[in-house]
C-alpha cells in the first residue's frame, strides 16, 4: 500500500522561503506520478506541480519560477522549495501518488500560511 506524508508547513512573511517534505513509502517515487497540489480557504484545490516518471517537471503557472519539485531516491522523499512567497501561496499543501495500477493517494496535508 502506497502512503505519503507531507511535512514543513509553516508561517512565513512575503519573500521568504520554505521547504516542503513529502516522504512516500510502499513504492519508489520514480515508479509513481508525484503530484503537489494546494486548497486555499474558500477555493477549490489546485495544481502546483507534477513530476512523472520519467522525470518531467510542470508547474502552474502561478508558481514557476519560484517554486522547485526534487526528489531525494535514496531516502524515497519528494521535495517542493517554495521561494519569493506571497500572500496568495496561503493554502494547505497536498502531496499525492499515483503508482502503476495503485489507486491514487493525498496525504492529509500541511498548512502554509504567508503573511505580509
Known amino acids: 500500500q502506497v502512503r505519503v506524508l507531507e511535512s514543513g508547513g509553516g508561517s512565513v512573511q512575503t519573500g521568504q522561503s520554505l521547504k516542503l517534505s513529502c516522504e512516500v513509502s510502499g513504492r519508489k517515487i520514480s515508479d509513481c506520478l508525484m503530484m503537489w497540489r494546494r486548497q486555499a480557504p474558500g477555493k477549490e484545490r489546485e495544481l502546483v506541480g507534477n513530476?512523472?516518471?520519467?522525470?518531467?517537471?510542470n508547474y502552474s503557472d502561478s508558481v514557476v519560477g519560484r517554486f522547485t519539485i526534487t526528489t531525494d531516491n535514496a531516502k524515497n522523499v519528494l521535495y517542493l522549495q517554495m521561494s519569493d512567497l506571497k500572500t496568495d501561496d496561503t493554502a494547505v499543501y497536498y502531496c499525492g501518488a499515483k503508482c502503476g495500477f495503485k489507486p491514487q493517494v493525498w496525504g492529509p496535508g500541511t498548512q502554509v500560511t504567508v503573511s505580509s
Open positions: 513530476l512523472d516518471r520519467v522525470g518531467s517537471i
